[in-house]
């Protein structure tokens, strides 16, 4: 196993111009948003100003959040190869995670060397990126998530990409129902990627913990993969848990294919520093 931190640099879309004081400010295309972060523990670097200045910023009243100033309800960026819409939610997040930049690479280009005829399951895949990364490289995709809203909002994305008529199969699902019914169907998958959150619900209400069902949905992947996978790729974020059990779980595979093991943190290069902004932590393992 390989301890590495994996970094997303700025690029047109994208960048992170600030952080500090528990706050990132940010630009997706031509918009800049400040929006809270408790990873960025140390002192500010631009001027109060130029927070300031920024187009939206996410504040929170009581237990409710809201995004204030003149932002649009949605715009469209180009980032990691991708073309993704935009959309502030409720939940400070914009339908984008720059710090899966990378994994969208990885993805890419595992796919493009095995030459085609590969079957990936994006679990938990929320907008979509994974989900496009891998069919852009010419993979059959199969996208489960618990929220019909992110499946219709992937789907927006797939269309922008010019993947509407891809071999994508759109599926609003919990994700371990999904997966017993797979197995009960003899399916196989080649590659697997999943952004497992801390807590959620199903679209029935069935509950997701991750301490109480990841081991469950490590075991249930493991019965889907094909007899020559080509990758397994877990990301998550701060829940008390390090990388280091994203390895661990991912041991088995190892043992039964060969290959190899990555796992650390997702980082987000700040500009003009050499600083790094701590994103959420990933394993995965690779067939060499």
């Not at 004081?21 to 140390?42: I, S, T, Y």
């Not at 993704?84 to 914009?94: I, N, R």
């Not at 789907?155 to 017993?180: Q, S």
């Not at 019965?223 to 661990?248: C, H, M, Q, W």
């Amino acid at each position: 196993m390989e301890k590495i931190t994996l970094i997303t640099k700025a690029q047109t879309g994208y960048e992170l111009l600030d952080s500090g004081n528990e706050e990132k400010l940010e630009r997706f295309g031509e918009q800049v948003l400040a929006r809270p972060d408790p990873q960025a523990l140390w002192p500010k670097r631009l001027s109060g100003g130029e927070w300031a200045a920024a187009t939206g910023r996410y504040v929170r009243e009581g237990g409710e959040g809201k995004w204030t100033g003149d932002i649009p309800k949605e715009w469209q960026i180009e980032l990691g190869g991708l073309k993704l819409l935009m959309k502030p939610t409720s939940f400070k997040h914009t339908g984008v995670f720059p710090e899966h930049v990378t994994g969208w690479e990885f993805v890419e280009d595992a796919i493009k060397k095995q030459g085609g005829g590969v079957k990936v399951l994006n679990l938990f895949g929320y907008t979509g990126g994974y989900t496009l990364a891998a069919a852009k490289a010419g993979a059959e995709v199969t996208h489960v998530d618990a929220s019909k809203a992110a499946v219709s909002w992937a789907r927006e994305n797939a269309a922008l990409n010019g993947l509407g008529e891809a071999p994508i199969r759109w599926i609003v699902e919990d994700v371990l129902v999904y997966l017993k019914r797979e197995i009960k169907r003899g399916v196989k998958y080649d590659a697997i990627v999943m952004d497992p959150p801390a807590f959620g619900h199903g679209p029935n209400d069935e509950l997701w913990k991750f301490e109480e069902h990841f081991l469950e949905l490590m075991r249930l992947c493991q019965e889907l993969l094909s007899d020559k996978p080509l990758f397994v790729l877990i990301n998550g974020y701060a829940a008390g848990y390090s990388s280091l059990a994203f390895a661990y779980n991912l041991q088995d595979i190892k043992e039964k294919f060969g290959g190899s093991i990555e796992y650390g943190d997702l980082t987000i290069e700040e500009k003009g520093t050499e600083r790094l902004l701590p994103a959420g932590i990933f394993g995965r393992w690779v067939k060499n």
